[in-house]
């Protein structure tokens, strides 16, 4: 980022708790207060994604029972992970070599190109059972490249597996923009010997190497985001396939924090709604993730309702990761779902009377010795979130 008086950073920093309390006044401007009648969804499910698989590999049919046994017939899988009798070890998040970018294939931001009769054989594994394939995870390469030929032709990538994703009859894409690798640098010990991961802000964060992405200003971050808008939602809105951004992790991190001006900070609640609004589009929205909503909050009860609700109301939630950590701003840990600082159920009730008719998916459990694999986590998750759901509709009729 040309290199910057990183007082600024510091001031980033120290104004993200008044931007994130003003941020729900100027939601709320110039909207026009919708009248909600309390009614059932039936359309709101609990979903899986790629965090957990029992057996060999997510598609094996041994995880597809695995999720049909607690009631989950929605899947969301990473097109890059193992099929059944590929083996259980999943592609890298990160590049050889490099020094962050998860989500970024292995063969470097330039991969990630959709295999169309993979793609068939996932959906084929998913019908034999009666799961649906409700979206695919994308990888996270465009964000670290500058502008340029090699851009542009990730892009032509990008909009081949819109039409691609089409082709299987499957409406939903996600990705993250991971400029940053996603950051957790500590574990304490949490509930029955389990373990949770935790974020605190480093002292000594300006010190940082920059990551695979190099030094990236705010406005050359806004101009990677508005070109990829710009570009991908008109193909996305040609072939029905919504895209959901699951926002970086965690957000609000200070301006310059490994080198990169992170289009979420200061304020994560200002740069969602400024991201939806480039291309103000039922194909732009987002992969919430209430999680990371809360790591970016420093009053989640008073700050959070207020965005779901705005980005419910304009239909731009696509998806719902159900996180939960203890803390807050630049200071947090992961923990079970009954246990977080966010109201969880008052989230749901939001998506009851919005009319959400997408899926609710548990993220990012607590690790425990005798859970290797987070089986047991994952199942506790799941049945939370149909509590969930069966609370909020048992309230109406």
Request: charged residues 25%; contains cysteine.
């Amino acid at each position: 980022m040309r290199r910057r008086d990183f007082g600024k950073a510091l001031a980033g920093s120290l104004l993200t708790t008044g931007m994130a309390k003003a941020a729900i006044p100027m939601i709320a401007a110039g909207q026009t207060q919708k009248t909600r009648v309390p009614r059932k969804n039936t359309l709101m499910h609990v979903g899986a994604d790629y965090h957990v698989a029992e057996g060999d590999g997510v598609m094996s049919r041994e995880n597809l029972e695995y999720n049909l046994r607690f009631g989950v017939r929605h899947i969301s899988p990473d097109p890059d992970m193992v099929l059944e009798g590929e083996g259980r070890v999943r592609r890298p998040l990160v590049s050889p070599g490099s020094q962050g970018g998860a989500f970024i294939p292995a063969e470097g931001p330039s991969g990630g190109a959709f295999d169309l009769d993979k793609l068939k054989r996932m959906r084929d594994a998913c019908d034999a059972v009666g799961m649906t394939i409700e979206g695919f995870r994308m990888d996270s390469g465009y964000i670290v490249m500058k502008p340029g030929p090699e851009r542009d032709r990730k892009l032509d990538q990008i909009i081949e597996n819109v039409r691609k994703t089409h082709e299987v009859g499957v409406g939903l894409i996600s990705q993250h923009w991971t400029m940053i690798p996603i950051r957790r640098n500590g574990k304490v010990p949490g509930r029955g010997g389990s373990t949770y991961e935790t974020f605190k802000l480093e002292d000594n964060w300006k010190d940082l190497p920059p990551g695979i992405a190099g030094e990236v200003s705010s406005e050359e971050y806004w101009e990677r985001i508005t070109t990829f808008l710009q570009k991908v939602i008109p193909a996305c809105k040609e072939y029905n396939v919504k895209m959901a951004n699951h926002p970086y992790d965690p957000p609000g991190l200070p301006l310059g924090y490994e080198h990169v001006e992170n289009f979420d900070s200061p304020s994560i609640f200002t740069a969602y709604k400024r991201y939806e609004m480039i291309v103000d589009s039922p194909y732009n929205g987002f992969q919430l993730d209430v999680g990371v909503l809360a790591e970016g909050s420093t009053d989640a009860n008073k700050q959070i309702p207020p965005l779901v609700q705005y980005l419910a109301d304009r239909g731009k939630i696509h998806q719902i990761h159900m996180r939960a950590i203890k803390g807050g701003l630049n200071n947090f840990a992961e923990v079970y779902p009954d246990e977080g600082v966010l109201d969880l159920f008052k989230i749901v009730r939001i998506l009851r009377d919005s009319g959400y008719p997408g899926g609710i998916l548990p993220d990012h459990m607590p690790a425990h010795p005798g859970d290797p694999g987070k089986l047991q986590a994952y199942a506790f998750g799941y049945g939370y979130l149909h509590a969930l759901i069966n609370g909020v509709n048992s309230e109406v009729a």
